[in-house]
T-cell receptor, first 109, second 116 residues
């Protein structure tokens, strides 16, 4: 079966760096997405990786290793507003999105 | 209005009621989706309308019935639901066939459904 694994919850300190991991086993691969979802709000698109390597967007970076079935989202200079759930999703060979259960990130002052 | 708008934001209904969830997108996208989001579970795709044709997930119970009258509007009709159907129902839209290759979803804020 197809599966996406990510930690259920993580805690980090304001100003620090946190890495949220995502591992996947899917039937084929057509890209990996990260979304951010604040409580009670819509998930919003953060990043898309289809080739190996690191993509940087301001304080957020996303890494992909297709051979290892692994990605991470790196958040630098954490701010209180980064408290949210982070959803990892992989597009399989049929262009269907397979979702992880999300990682709830708690930022402490 | 911009983006994807869902109404109502909160809905409480009994098991014998009939209600509908509404979604409207103002992005000119050609695909619309219904997702179910339950606590600590992955998003579950319920229905997809692509270029106004319906792609159905066969595991969705018939008490959920989608309707897509045009490319900007999507409804989810609810009838004789069960308490386990209580969840956040998210609508999303996307532009399929884009040049970037990334089918990025734009979500609405969701309709929180409670079935008593």
């Amino acid at each position: 079966g197809q599966n996406i694994d990510q930690p259920t919850e993580m805690t980090a300190t304001e100003g620090a760096i946190v890495q949220i991991n995502c591992t996947y086993q899917t039937s084929g691969f057509n890209g990996l997405f990260w979304y951010q979802q604040h409580a009670g709000e819509a998930p919003t698109f953060l990043s898309y990786n289809v080739l190996d390597g690191l993509e940087e967007k301001g304080r957020f970076s996303s890494f992909l290793s297709r051979s290892k079935g692994y990605s991470y989202l790196l958040l630098k200079e954490l701010q209180m507003k980064d408290s949210a759930s982070y959803l990892c999703a992989v597009m399989d060979s049929n262009y269907q999105l397979i979702w992880g259960a999300g990682t709830k990130l708690i930022i402490k002052p | 209005e911009t983006g994807v708008t869902q109404t109502p934001r909160h809905l409480v209904m009994g098991m014998t009621n009939k209600k509908s969830l509404k979604c409207e997108q103002h992005l000119g996208h050609n695909a619309m989706y219904w997702y179910k989001q339950s606590a600590k579970k992955p998003l579950e795709l319920m229905f997809v309308y692509s270029l106004e044709e319906r792609v159905e997930n066969n595991s969705v119970p018939s008490r959920f019935s989608p309707e897509c009258p045009n490319s900007s509007h999507l409804f989810l009709h609810l009838h004789t639901l069960q308490p386990e159907d209580s969840a956040l129902y998210l609508c999303a839209s996307s532009q399929e066939g884009g040049s970037s290759g990334a089918n990025v979803l734009t979500f609405g804020a969701g309709s929180r459904l409670t079935v008593l």
